[in-house]
């Protein structure tokens, strides 16, 4: 396992001249660079993070093959015929639940981390999941609203991780659940992700694997919650 020593300032100056140059020719030029400065601190990131994860959350997983996105966008309908992205993000999932990510899946909830020219953030959640796991979380809200509440509502996770991102929220409360319901800005959810902005000098040292270990223990009981309410247990040791 090589050890994650911190991304250099390259790395996002690299996906920052990719922006500006998204094309085939400039990549392959430049692919040396790419594998260098962002994708071997990358794969260094995944595999010390799931170390990490093995001693206090063992089913959620990292997987240096797996668990990194690729830098090739899928153009095939999209009107943007840009072949690469201009970010890089690393996704921990729950291992019996797969990698898969949004509706077209049927991922579980876990961590992710996001680099991109400017910013970083790591986020916990589910995002966009498919219609049937939907269901079964907004289920276990509105049969015990209180116990989600503990988690996401106390004044240290508020101050650090903030509330739900309102991605693609409904507007109304959805069928078959009272439209008075005492938790219906959660019944109106799509997504349930939560997290915070990582400084650049995070990014830079060693210790950025630390305070991603400390994100993801302060996440875990929202992130258990989820995948209890999809039908995925937690774990008390890693399965070979």
């Known amino acids: ?25 400039w990549f392959d030029a430049h692919r040396s660079d790419y594998e260098a400065e962002l994708r071997a601190p990358m794969k260094a990131l995944v595999e010390a993070l799931d170390a990490r994860l093995a001693s206090f959350a063992p089913e959620i997983v990292g997987d240096a093959k797996r668990s990194m996105f690729r830098i090739n966008r899928d153009i095939r309908f999209s009107k943007d015929k840009s072949p690469y992205k201009t970010n890089a993000g690393i996704w921990f999932y729950h291992q019996d639940a797969g990698r ?23 986020a916990a959640g589910v995002w966009m999941p498919p219609r049937t ?10 049969a015990k609203p209180a116990a989600l509440r503990a988690i996401v509502s106390t004044p240290a996770f508020r101050r650090r991780y903030g509330t739900f991102h309102a991605d693609a929220m409904l507007t109304r409360v959805p069928r078959g ?3 008075d319901h005492p938790a219906g800005d959660w019944l109106r959810l799509q997504s349930f992700t939560v997290g ?17 270990a400390t994100d993801f223990k ?6 258990r919650w989820l995948n209890s309410a999809m039908g995925f ?8």
């Open 177 to 179: 659940y009272p439209p």
């Open 133 to 142: 796991a939907l269901g079964k979380i907004r289920d276990a809200i509105a």
């Open 100 to 122: 898969g990510v949004g509706q077209d899946a049927e991922g579980g909830a876990g961590f992710y981390f996001h680099l991109d020219a400017k910013t970083s953030f790591v």
């Open 218 to 223: 302060a996440m875990l009981p929202l992130v």
């Open 233 to 240: 247990r937690p774990a008390t040791k890693r399965l070979l």
């Open 196 to 212: 915070r902005d990582v400084a650049a000098s995070e990014l830079r040292t060693a210790g950025l694997v630390t305070k991603l």
């Open 1 to 25: 396992m090589t050890e994650f020593l911190g991304f250099p300032s390259a790395a996002q100056r690299f996906l920052r001249d990719l922006g500006r140059n998204n094309n085939k020719a």
